[in-house]
């Protein structure tokens, strides 16, 4: 079951530990490595680590094969959501009962859903990350610095800047 909180500003605990969280950032000059802010963050709480401890996956696509693509609610209306076997169950209000609703194509069901694993790759610009690197370069980096920033800004035929006229 997902429960939604009301909207608005929220004072939970959690606001205070990112408010510590910018207090130790703000105490570095330079943050270059994603090991800098992990070791910050593991002085707060269990930190997971993207590609090692959890992955991305397209759901989106998935969706697209088994889910239907009209509804008969608007999801942003929603206060609480259930999964009971092939059926979504509704509320827009806290004590009322579920309004169960059939999302699935004919056919699909939960069971065989399984999105696949996004590739890692990165929309940054050519141009982007030439200036990151030479950046780097004036800096004066480490080469593991400048080794991690140019395979982590890979990029992508379709991102390439268009040559201009």
């Known amino acids: 079951m997902i429960t939604f909180p009301i909207r ?3 004072f939970l ?3 205070r530990v990112f408010g510590r969280i910018e207090q130790q950032i703000r105490k570095h000059n330079t943050i270059l490595m994603p090991e800098e802010y992990y070791d910050i963050l593991r002085n707060h709480g269990h930190v997971h680590v993207y590609g090692q401890d959890w992955q991305a996956y397209d759901f989106k696509a998935a969706a697209q094969v088994f ?3 009209q509804k008969s609610f608007k999801l942003s209306d929603a206060r609480m959501l259930e999964l009971r076997n092939d059926k ?3 509320k827009t209000v806290y004590n ?3 309004c169960y609703h059939s999302v699935l194509k004919r056919g699909q069901n939960w069971a065989n859903f399984k999105p696949s ?3 890692n790759v990165s929309t940054v610009k050519d ?3 030439k200036d990151v690197l030479n950046l780097l370069a004036e800096i004066g980096a480490s080469d593991t610095v400048r080794a ?3 395979g982590a800004l890979i990029v992508n035929d379709a991102n390439r800047d268009s040559p201009e006229e």
Do not use: C, E, W
């Open 148 to 150: 991690f920033y140019d």
């Open 8 to 10: 608005g500003h929220s």
């Open 13 to 15: 605990p959690v606001d």
């Open 96 to 98: 009322s009962d579920f």
């Open 127 to 129: 141009a982007k990350r």
């Open 67 to 69: 889910v239907k693509p």
């Open 88 to 90: 979504l169950g509704f």
């Open 117 to 119: 694993q996004l590739p």
